[in-house]
């Protein structure tokens, strides 16, 4: 069996895909990828399809040992991984030969990195994805985050890019450590007033020590809503910036609660999500306002760039 | 009927402003003409008291096209008959260990505990949706002598099959998760589990009524 064993625990180490969407009916949020873009160009490194599971890191990797010999990247954020002492890059696919040690560090940057490795992660599929759920301990590997010893199956790869790099174009497309999150209008958003509105675009917030895959905790300015009574409980959306009572912002994150009673003053479109991901507490955003338009094509535009083929590499 | 993007790729429908059985039926209805339609523009429907979210595929269309698709399906509401609920038995051993709050429920409302217990295992109630986590069914209305304010700070962990009020809803957690609801007793069924279809005891529309254990009954009812 081809697979790769966990050596040594890291701080949050779970199996990602592209998540399980469609189950709000029944609670379930799709949970995936913090980063999905991250996910999905590893993926195309090592000859995946885009949304096969792999392993998502964060803060700090762990070490780890492949049976047979593969090929594997990782994408997203610098965790200064080394392959037997060697430094290795990230955007870019290495062979690994049977019984090499893959030791990943400490983050030079962001929050997370993905192992994608050729053939993908295979686990027992819950209602369609390889997601971990770790509020309910459901789908990818036992429910649960990776503990030493643990030994996951790797898929059979079909073509191989051992050395592929992913281009500076599609890199600087990205733009990966913008400090800003564009947003739309969010539901509740004439609940507040147009001062309060001036100082959540014009204001700095802090990711708090309190963020993580359900969602991230901010600290800014407090932004009260003109609201006299709580609201009745609604369906939320994934990146809806809501405020609590006491003026601070939570963004809902992947494995966010589906319904919710605070109001939303806006909601991070589509294509930024995924810098959501990387955001890691003490670091500084700012919120820009987008219309739906402006969020339809910078979404379009992300796509184009994650189906545009082998103009992705160098 | 009300529309409201919520974010780039969602609309909110509200179909009433208040938390009531005919607006919920509205609710229900839509639901159901729109996961029998599935469109193929449709990621997600999220239901509530009394919205609907809809998320839908940018790429294939917008707020304003969904916004006429919702409002040609709800033009056959007034036809759409829902299937009759099925009724949910939940047992429920209530206060001591199982439910921590019971006591302070009773003294704030001033009543003895076994009342409360009666108060909350007499009613019948009406699964409004599921949310927070997977399988946690909002479930209302609690009766007006028992309808008791979340916890001031919530707690880090309940246990799973908890019984929890707060406001007017009751609800069972599924899952050992963080909570700020008033628990008042506990199920030794597991109202989620992923090897059972369907996984989840409670569904949306559902009739659940909690029947009062013993803490023997419980403990046998957890072996099996």
Request: overall charge negative; proline content about 6%.
């Amino acid at each position: 069996m081809n697979s790769l064993t966990v050596e040594a625990p890291g701080l949050l180490t779970t199996v990602q895909d592209l998540g399980r969407p469609g189950f709000g009916i029944r609670g379930i949020s799709p949970s995936g990828a913090a980063d999905p873009v991250a996910l999905q160009l590893g993926n195309l490194l090592v000859g995946n399809a885009q949304g096969s599971a792999a392993l998502e890191m964060t803060m700090m990797g762990r070490n780890f040992i492949f049976s047979e010999p593969t090929t594997i990247a990782l994408a997203g954020s610098d965790f200064a991984a080394t392959l037997n002492g060697q430094a290795l890059d990230t955007w870019r696919s290495y062979s690994v030969a049977a019984g090499e040690n893959l030791h990943v560090g400490s983050t030079r940057g962001g929050a997370r990195c993905y192992l994608c490795v050729a053939g993908g992660i295979e686990v027992e599929p819950f209602l369609g994805s390889a997601s971990t759920h770790l509020v309910s301990g459901l789908g990818g590997f036992a429910g649960r985050s990776l503990r030493k010893g643990d030994v996951l199956r790797v898929g059979n790869a079909g073509t191989r890019f051992a050395e592929r790099t992913l281009s500076s174009a599609a890199l600087r497309i990205l733009q990966l450590h913008k400090p800003m999150l564009r947003v739309t209008d969010g539901p509740q958003c004439d609940l507040f007033s147009a001062q309060t509105v001036r100082s959540f675009y014009e204001s700095e917030f802090r990711v708090t020590e309190e963020s993580n895959r359900l969602g991230l905790r901010l600290e800014g300015p407090a932004l009260k809503s003109t609201l006299q009574q709580e609201m009745i409980t609604e369906g939320v959306t994934l990146g809806a910036i809501q405020i609590t009572p006491s003026g601070q912002p939570i963004v809902l994150f992947v494995e966010q609660q589906t319904t919710g009673g605070y109001p939303k003053i806006a909601n991070v479109i589509g294509a930024d999500l995924f810098r959501i991901g990387q955001l890691r507490p003490r670091d500084s955003i700012r919120f820009e306002r987008v219309s739906f338009a402006q969020a339809r094509a910078a979404w379009l535009e992300l796509q184009q760039l994650l189906t545009s083929g082998d103009t992705l590499f160098a | 009927m009300r529309f409201r993007a919520a974010s780039d790729s969602a609309l909110l429908v509200y179909l009433g402003d208040e938390i009531s059985l005919e607006v919920h039926r509205r609710v229900l209805a839509l639901l159901q003409i729109l996961q029998q339609e599935r469109p193929g523009w449709l990621i997600n429907l999220q239901p509530a008291y009394c919205s609907l979210l809809v998320t839908f595929d940018p790429l294939q269309i917008d707020h304003s096209e969904v916004e006429a698709a919702v409002r040609e399906f709800a033009s056959h509401l007034p036809e759409t008959r829902l299937p009759a609920a099925r009724l949910i038995e939940i047992p429920v051993c209530y206060g001591g260990g199982f439910g921590p709050d019971l006591q302070e429920v009773a003294v704030l409302h001033g009543l003895p505990a076994a009342q409360i217990i009666e108060l909350h295992s007499l009613r019948t109630y009406h699964a409004y949706f599921l949310g927070f986590a997977p399988g946690f069914a909002y479930l209302g209305d609690l009766a007006d002598e028992i309808a008791t304010p979340r916890l001031a700070t919530p707690r880090k962990i309940v246990p799973a099959g908890s019984v929890g009020i707060a406001g007017k809803q009751t609800a069972v957690y599924p899952f050992a998760t963080p909570g700020g609801w008033r628990l008042i007793g506990r199920t030794p069924l597991r109202v989620f589990a992923a090897e059972r279809e369907p996984m989840e005891m409670i569904a949306i529309g559902d009739e659940v009524r909690f029947q009062p254990i013993s803490a023997e009954e419980f403990r046998a009812l957890e072996s099996t």
